[in-house]
């Protein structure tokens, strides 16, 4: 039937067009198994048609009976059960199902969504509920069973088919999964644990424990055939030649006698330190030798390779142009180096060591094609994988290539369920293949080992697909990487010995030493310790610049001394378009695995392929498809630059230069080179001037750099010991030549004997005692005199005579005694001089023939009237109360203004030479002028002035008289009336100095400015 409005009718099995109905319906299904067709339209009305013999007419489409769907959920594509019993109607706003007896409503979801599938005994129905598969029963309608679907994507996913088949063993769904169509299938699981019936060999696995996956729990297995089920076996591996006890285990198993991790029954090394890292079977790098060497493999330079020793490249340079190459397309290099494969259509070449053409390997098989291929061991042997060319065959399998003798082996099948390998790798002794295999039927994968001996599984494990494999070097274990976990299995019996969760990753790397494992994306590299699969450090190349920036291919590769690890980082930015560039890092491997860049990486700026090392890793080739202003697309060649100096080797005249040096552009830094053309490069030249062509020791010195004076001991501080092989330590390094030297490099002349600092050669008294100081002659305190007054220092209490003079007998002159020569000898003088001087001096300056009383005193040295002025300057010699004045004079000896009056009774001071003073030195000008200035005088009259007068002279005879009687009285009642010379007063505003005195009495003072004398006001 197709079409509406009664569409087309045809019959088999020639399939010509019938009579049909004459309904307008849009969808229609047919009885199972009757002549009865259901129309429905787009009102949700419908007809009911069943194929009647009409007499007379024959056989035709009768509609018996009209119905209405009425469950409002939009009208879809009609089902029937296998009975017919049930009329189902799916559409974008749910499922419902009708009975076909009377078209009343069984069951509606609004959530259920098509396509719609009967079980083939009618019991049960199946839909589409989001992303998971309901089924329901239909005697019931109660939901009885849910399955899970692949998650939607893309908008259009989900299933478009369902079929229960196999007797109602097995569901098939058809889905569409973003814009691919998958058809996968399910089966019955009893028990829950995962696995469908038909394959579970445990059928009655627990909820509880998780199932293998051939279906059993733990508790289920005996792995080791030792009675105990591996759920509660502590030894799960015990061997079956021993006994265990009911924890299942031996003996053996339950010792470990060195502490490394291993029971004693798997130990082969038995002495392994406790601090070093063992492998399975209990040997340490320290114990174990990978490459058969005879060294282990903690000493051995190259721990994977039998050589003498592995380079070291810091750093690569890619060369300006490509190669001249054909395709290198999967170039790999044999083990031993001497020839490489690559691949094109069809078929695989070998090439010779410079990559020319020896041979093309066919394949000759047109229903498979090959999948990968390997180079064993030997480096002869190819190890070819391939698989059917259609997916649905579903084998693969593998064969070996003779490529020295272009014979081939029998083929060898894996699998007829498996649709392609993974990553395949064989083991180092080349008796083993390993590789992640996946069956499409089954929609599943597995690790799978196969014995290269036999050409025989050796073990799978159906729990596990890694995404990479790789044998330990030693060969006895597997390691694999899931995305999110690290797996180790024994490689004697498949046993998985260890599974740890990381974090996600897409490649796996193994150090050489075989202690740590290298797992990294495209972004970071992690570092995970091979002991127990613990994280150890990480380094990441994440970059933020523009819309997009980051690494697009991180690549690794160890150098074969396990003390580099080279990295080629692609990255790639997006800023209104692409940028790409590229490089070749070198990281330093530490004792820990741990990471550290070397020296700074030089980038390209374009996008380069994985390197393919050369033999012996003397070279790489990588490819350039992204064609650029920079680079042309195609094959480039990668040459060492093992110093990391940016000049490669072959060009490179000092290949060893250190990071921390800089070279010239020749690649030798100042260190290598032989700047005084000794030939010992200045890193290693202790004497870096010696003389051109001097004969030199090892470390570049010659005799007169080590040795100056060539006395055959070492200067202080020399280097080495010269050619000659100079001795000891030369204290005396400037010794003359043809002077014989002590052992410590000193001449009798350089010697000093008599230890006074002083060489014997210049030491003038050569005996100079100990407890003495010599000066530079070497002579001490005994032993000279220094003011040649024939007396010796240590003895001359006056060194310092003058020449040709006459001393005493401890060295003293008289001038050293008595220095003004007046016979008086000076104080503190040691003694007496030759001419015996006698007391004390204290007039130590005596002039020259001057007579001088006992204390050396002349009488210009005296002050006869102690007034504190010396005779010879006193001008008033006889002064009898001295007041200080620094001429000798007191007031009463002084008239300054020649008046006659001394100035000490003087009451005007500055009388005028011309005008007469009277008995109080005033003139009748001064007396007048005192009294108009002293304004409360004013008031007094005529008569009082005259009187006052009169009084004034009578009284100044009288005291005139007295005066002259008695002197001394007078001028001691004077001398205490007036201010003592040296007395301060205060200026006032007229520019004088006053004072009163005595203090409080009321009487004024001013001091003359000429005289400096202190006059009465």
Same mark, same amino acid.
């Given at each position: 039937?197709?079409?509406?409005? $009664?569409?087309?009718?045809?019959?088999? +099995?020639?399939?010509?067009?019938?009579?049909?109905?004459?309904?307008?319906?849009?969808?229609?299904?047919?009885? /199972?198994?009757?002549?009865? *067709?259901?129309?429905?339209?787009?009102?949700?009305?419908?007809?009911?048609?069943? !194929?009647?013999?009409? /007499? !007379?007419?024959?056989?035709?489409?009768?509609?018996?009976?009209?119905?209405?769907?009425?469950?409002?959920?939009?009208? $879809?594509?009609?089902?029937?059960? +296998?009975?017919?019993?049930?009329?189902?109607?799916?559409?974008?706003?749910?499922?419902?199902? %009708?009975?076909?007896?009377?078209?009343?409503?069984?069951?509606s979801s609004s959530s259920a969504s098509g396509p719609v599938s009967f079980s083939v005994d009618s019991d049960s129905i199946m839909f589409q509920n989001g992303e998971d598969y309901d089924i329901y029963s239909t005697s019931n309608w109660q939901e009885i069973s849910t399955v899970t679907g692949p998650d939607h994507d893309c908008y259009s996913d989900g299933a478009t088919k369902f079929r229960f088949v196999?007797?109602? $063993?097995?569901?098939? =769904?058809?889905?569409?999964?973003?814009?691919?169509? %998958?058809?996968?299938?399910?089966?019955?699981?009893?028990?829950?644990?995962?696995?469908?019936?038909?394959?579970?060999?445990?059928?009655?696995?627990?909820?509880?424990?998780?199932?293998?996956?051939?279906?059993?729990?733990?508790?289920?297995?005996d792995t080791d055939l030792d009675g105990v089920n591996d759920r509660d076996d502590i030894c799960p591996r015990t061997k079956t030649s021993d006994s265990a006890d009911s924890s299942g285990c031996s003996l053996a198993q339950l010792q470990d006698s060195d502490d490394d991790g291993v029971s004693d029954s798997d130990d082969i090394c038995p002495g392994t330190i406790s601090t070093e890292f063992s492998n399975i079977y209990g040997c340490s790098s320290n114990q174990r030798d990978v490459d058969g060497d005879g060294v282990v493999d903690a000493q051995d330079n190259c721990p994977l390779y039998d050589v003498s020793s592995c380079p070291n490249i810091l750093s690569w340079a890619m060369s300006s142009q490509p190669i001249d190459a054909v395709s290198m397309l999967g170039l790999r290099w044999s083990p031993i180096g001497n020839h490489a494969l690559t691949a094109q259509a069809g078929s695989i070449v070998l090439r010779d060591e410079s990559l020319s053409l020896v041979r093309e390997h066919i394949f000759d098989n047109e229903s498979r094609m090959v999948y990968d291929y390997l180079w064993m061991p030997n480096g002869v042997d190819v190890l070819i994988l391939w698989e059917s060319e259609y997916w649905r065959d579903a084998e693969c399998g593998y064969y070996l290539w003779d490529s020295a003798n272009d014979m081939r082996s029998w083929d060898f099948l894996v699998s007829t369920d498996c649709s392609s390998f993974r990553d /395949?790798? =064989?083991?180092?002794?080349?008796?083993?293949?390993?590789?992640?295999?996946?069956?499409?039927?089954?929609?599943?994968?597995?690790?799978?080992?196969?014995?290269?001996?036999?050409?025989?599984?050796?073990?799978?494990?159906?729990?596990?697909?890694?995404?990479?494999?790789?044998?330990?070097?030693?060969?006895?274990?597997?390691?694999?990487?899931t995305s999110r976990s690290l797996n180790l299995w024994d490689l004697n019996d498949g046993y998985l010995l260890q599974s740890r969760s990381i974090d996600d990753g897409d490649d796996l790397l193994l150090s050489p030493d075989g202690d740590s494992l290298y797992v990294y994306s495209d972004e970071i590299i992690r570092t995970y310790s091979m002991e127990s699969f613990l994280f150890k450090s990480i380094i990441s190349f994440e970059e933020g610049n523009g819309y997009y920036s980051g690494p697009l291919q991180l690549s690794l590769e160890f150098s074969r001394s396990s003390d580099l690890l080279y990295v080629m980082l692609v990255n790639a930015s997006y800023d209104g378009g692409w940028? %790409?560039?590229?490089?070749?890092?070198?990281?330093?491997?530490?004792?820990?695995?741990?990471?550290?860049?070397?020296?700074?990486?030089?980038?390209?700026?374009?996008?380069?392929?994985? /390197?393919? !090392? !050369? +033999?012996?890793?003397?070279?790489?080739?990588?490819? =350039?498809?992204?064609?650029?202003?920079?680079?042309?697309?195609?094959?480039?060649?990668?040459?060492?630059?093992?110093?990391?100096?940016?000049?490669?080797?072959v060009l490179d005249l000092c290949p060893s230069t250190n990071l921390e040096e800089f070279p010239n552009e020749d690649g030798c830094s100042w260190e290598q080179l032989?700047?005084?053309?000794?030939?010992?490069?200045?890193? *290693?030249?202790?004497?870096?001037?010696?003389?051109?062509?001097?004969?030199?020791?090892?470390?570049?010195?010659?005799?007169?750099?080590?040795?100056?004076?060539?006395?055959?001991?070492?200067?202080?501080?020399?280097?080495?010991?010269?050619?000659?092989?100079?001795?000891?330590?030369?204290?005396?390094?400037?010794?003359?030549?043809?002077?014989?030297?002590?052992?410590?490099?000193c001449s009798w002349e350089q010697q000093d004997e008599d230890e006074d600092d002083v060489p014997n050669g210049v030491d003038v008294c050569p005996d100079t005692g100990l407890d003495e100081d010599a000066n530079a002659d070497g002579c001490g305190e005994k032993q000279r005199d220094s003011d040649s007054d024939l007396l010796n220092d240590y003895w001359d209490q006056c060194p310092l005579t003058a020449s040709n003079s006459s001393v005493d007998e401890i060295g003293c002159s008289d001038l050293q005694v008595d220095a003004d020569l007046d016979s008086v000898c000076d104080s503190g003088s040691p003694s007496a001089g030759p001419s015996n001087c006698t007391g004390i001096d204290i007039c130590?300056?005596?002039?020259?023939?001057?007579?001088?009383?006992?204390?050396?005193?002349?009488?210009?040295?005296?002050?006869?009237?102690?007034?504190g002025i010396r005779n010879d300057v006193d001008l008033c010699p006889d002064t009898i109360k001295p007041d200080n004045s620094p001429d000798g004079c007191s007031s009463w000896q002084r008239d300054s203004d020649k008046d006659g009056i001394s100035d000490a009774v003087d009451e005007c001071a500055?009388? +005028?030479?011309?005008?007469?003073?009277?008995?109080?030195?005033?003139?009748?000008?001064?007396?007048?002028?005192?009294?108009?200035?002293? $304004?409360?005088?004013?008031?007094?009259?005529?008569?009082?002035i005259l009187a006052g007068t009169i009084l004034i002279v009578v009284l100044a005879g009288i005291g005139f008289y007295l005066r002259r009687e008695k002197e001394p009285e007078l001028l001691s009642q004077s001398s205490s009336q007036v201010p003592p010379y040296q007395t301060r007063g205060a200026m006032k505003d007229d520019g004088k100095e006053w004072i009163e005195f005595p203090e409080g009495s009321g009487t004024l003072f001013y001091r003359d400015p000429t005289t400096g004398q202190w006059v009465k006001s």
């Open positions: 039937m197709t079409g509406e409005d $009664g569409g087309k009718m045809y019959e088999g +099995p020639d399939w010509e067009e019938v009579t049909g109905t004459s309904s307008t319906g849009i969808y229609a299904v047919h009885h /199972p198994t009757e002549d009865i *067709l259901w129309y429905v339209n787009n009102d949700a009305t419908g007809n009911e048609y069943e !194929f009647e013999n009409i /007499p !007379f007419v024959g056989y035709q489409w009768v509609m018996k009976r009209s119905f209405t769907l009425t469950q409002n959920t939009g009208v $879809g594509p009609l089902s029937v059960d +296998p009975d017919g019993d049930y009329l189902v109607m799916n559409s974008e706003y749910g499922v419902s199902a %009708y009975s076909t007896s009377d078209y009343s409503l069984e069951f196999s007797g109602d $063993g097995e569901l098939l =769904v058809l889905a569409e999964r973003c814009y691919e169509t %998958y058809l996968s299938g399910w089966m019955p699981d009893d028990d829950s644990d995962g696995v469908a019936n038909v394959q579970d060999i445990c059928p009655s696995t627990s909820g509880d424990e998780d199932a293998d996956a051939k279906g059993c729990a733990l508790s289920q297995k /395949p790798v =064989v083991s180092p002794d080349g008796t083993h293949l390993a590789a992640s295999m996946y069956s499409a039927s089954s929609y599943s994968g597995s690790t799978v080992v196969i014995d290269l001996t036999t050409h025989e599984i050796a073990f799978e494990d159906e729990d596990h697909y890694p995404r990479q494999l790789i044998f330990t070097h030693d060969g006895t274990s597997l390691i694999g990487l940028n %790409y560039n590229s490089s070749m890092q070198t990281y330093l491997v530490d004792e820990n695995g741990s990471l550290e860049l070397a020296m700074p990486p030089n980038y390209i700026n374009t996008s380069i392929g994985r /390197p393919v !090392f !050369f +033999p012996n890793q003397t070279s790489f080739l990588t490819y =350039v498809g992204d064609e650029n202003e920079y680079h042309q697309e195609g094959y480039y060649l990668w040459m060492p630059d093992s110093d990391g100096d940016g000049v490669q080797d032989d700047d005084d053309e000794d030939g010992v490069v200045n890193g *290693l030249d202790l004497c870096t001037s010696t003389v051109y062509l001097a004969l030199i020791d090892e470390s570049g010195c010659s005799d007169i750099q080590v040795d100056q004076d060539s006395d055959g001991i070492c200067d202080q501080g020399a280097l080495s010991a010269g050619p000659s092989g100079c001795q000891g330590i030369d204290l005396c390094p400037k010794t003359q030549p043809g002077n014989i030297a002590n052992a410590a490099g130590p300056q005596t002039g020259e023939n001057l007579t001088v009383d006992a204390d050396g005193c002349s009488w210009n040295q005296k002050d006869d009237d102690a007034d500055k009388t +005028p030479e011309d005008e007469i003073s009277n008995q109080l030195g005033c003139s009748v000008s001064q007396a007048q002028s005192e009294v108009a200035s002293d $304004g409360e005088s004013l008031a007094v009259d005529t008569t009082l």
